[in-house]
């Protein structure tokens, strides 16, 4: 299984590519943004995009809504300390594409949890 982690918090970047690697998963990249995580993307050819919502130069959404124009059904993992900003493009990400979304703060668990559940 291969994970693209795609966050711009440096400290969460390196925790969740740990417990990844951890756990057994050991095709982990990673990339602090949007438009880097998009590069990374077609270089990388993921499985499962892990990625936080509110970045700079290109938020997940946005990145997303990329990557899905030539990888319509990536699994994705959104995650963001403010959901309810966000609530109704999630909401439709969920119901058409096979999409999660976790709340920071969250447990390692939930994300070892979605990412089996593949």
Do not use: C
Not at 52 to 58: A, F, G, T, V, Y
Not at 80 to 104: Q, R, T
């Amino acid at each position: 299984m291969k994970v693209l982690i795609v966050e711009d918090n440096k400290a969460l970047i390196w925790l969740l590519k740990e417990v990844l690697e951890n756990e057994g998963i050991h095709y982990v990249k990673t990339a602090e943004n949007g438009n880097e995580g998009y590069s990374v993307f077609l270089s990388f050819k993921p499985d499962i995009i892990l990625t936080d919502i509110e970045m700079p130069l290109k938020n997940g959404l946005e990145m997303i809504r990329n990557i899905r124009k030539l990888q319509p059904f990536i699994r994705t993992i959104y995650m963001s300390a403010d959901p309810a900003k966000y609530k109704s493009l999630l909401n439709e990400e969920m119901a058409i594409y096979k999409a999660d979304f976790v709340n920071k703060p969250f447990s390692v668990s939930k994300i070892m949890e979605l990412i089996s559940e593949g």
